[in-house]
């Protein structure tokens, strides 16, 4: 018996031994100064948050807030291309260090990563053309509203538009044609997407008319990364109080992003 109890005394103190000499685990911001470059996720092909110039060239809202942190950061960029379904699992798998890419904050995805402070809204909208006096979904009934077929504009529009004639298009490219040949004169999408398709055809500028939600924006990574998170979320309130993360937003989808607002949700 006694040699027994002193076999558990030894593995155990053995196991307390060597779980204290384990080194460590370094935090990615440790690992992305060491490299010397950060590698970040973005979708380059939904303009303008990313997007290729006619040189093939990445640019767009996200990717000139990435070249910003990597600058500020003191290391090289390196853009690893995504898309929506894929932003998260290259972060589980370590293909990439933080997701700049239109990554809306929810319930859901905060359980598997952790966002920073948002740097900027999304609002869901119904837009129209100047000239149609819209305030309120009633003022849809009767009328035409362009949707892309199972997104969250179809669904809230669904609820909240009954009296209007929903018609609903497979892709956002064939709706900004329904509405740039004037097919439908009234839209449901991102507002982020209504100047793009303004420029097909600027006789037929559309506006916002009425926010249906509004999602917020972050830069997601890892879990249990403190020192990564503490960093860029402490860049997100510098740039967005010194006005950075506003005139990249402004340049590319000309609006103003509610800087106070999302400020406040960093002291809340």
Same mark, same amino acid.
């Given at each position: ?25 370094? /935090?990615?911001?440790? *690992? ?9 996720? =973005? ?11 006619? #040189? ?14 990597? #600058? ?5 960029? *390196?853009? %690893? ?6 932003? =998260? ?9 933080? %997701?700049?890419?239109?990554?809306? =904050?929810?319930?859901?995805? @905060?359980?598997?990563? /952790? ?20 305030? *309120? ?22 609820? &909240? ?11 956002? @490219?064939?709706?900004?044609?329904? %509405?740039?040949?004037? &097919?439908?004169?009234?839209? @449901? ?7 793009? =398709? ?8 559309? *506006?916002?008319? !009425?926010?249906? &939600?509004?999602?917020?924006?972050? !830069?997601?990574?890892? #879990? ?7 960093? %860029? ?17 402004? &340049? ?17």
């Amino acid at each position: 018996m006694k040699t027994r109890t002193l076999l558990r005394l030894v593995a155990g103190a053995a196991l307390a031994l060597s779980t204290f000499a384990l080194p460590a685990q370094a /935090d990615t911001l440790d *690992e992305i100064k060491k490299a010397g470059k950060i590698r970040v996720a =973005i979708d380059t092909a939904i303009p303008p948050f990313g997007m290729t110039d006619d #040189k093939m060239q990445p640019t767009g809202s996200d990717v000139d807030l990435a070249r910003l942190l990597a #600058k500020d950061l003191g290391v090289e960029l *390196e853009i %690893v291309t995504t898309t929506g379904p894929t932003r =998260i699992p290259m972060l589980q798998t370590n293909k990439a260090d933080i %997701v700049v890419s239109t990554l809306s =904050i929810t319930p859901d995805r @905060a359980k598997v990563v /952790d966002f920073t402070i948002p740097y900027a809204d999304h609002p869901s909208v119904v837009g129209a053309l100047k000239s149609l006096p819209i305030k *309120e979904m009633s003022d849809l009934d009767g009328k035409k509203v362009a949707v892309v077929r199972g997104t969250t504009q179809d669904a809230d529009l669904t609820k &909240q538009a009954k009296g209007a004639q929903l018609v609903r298009y497979e892709d956002d @490219a064939t709706m900004a044609l329904a %509405v740039a040949s004037g &097919q439908v004169d009234i839209l @449901a999408t991102a507002r982020s997407l209504l100047p793009a =398709i303004s420029k097909k055809n600027p006789a037929r500028t559309v *506006e916002p008319k !009425i926010t249906m &939600q509004t999602n917020y924006l972050a !830069i997601g990574m890892r #879990k249990d990364e403190p020192k990564l998170l503490a960093w %860029v979320n402490d860049w997100v309130k510098t740039n967005l109080k010194n006005g950075k993360l506003g005139a990249i937003y402004k &340049q590319y989808h000309g609006f103003d992003i509610p800087t106070d607002e999302l400020l406040s949700k960093a002291s809340g």
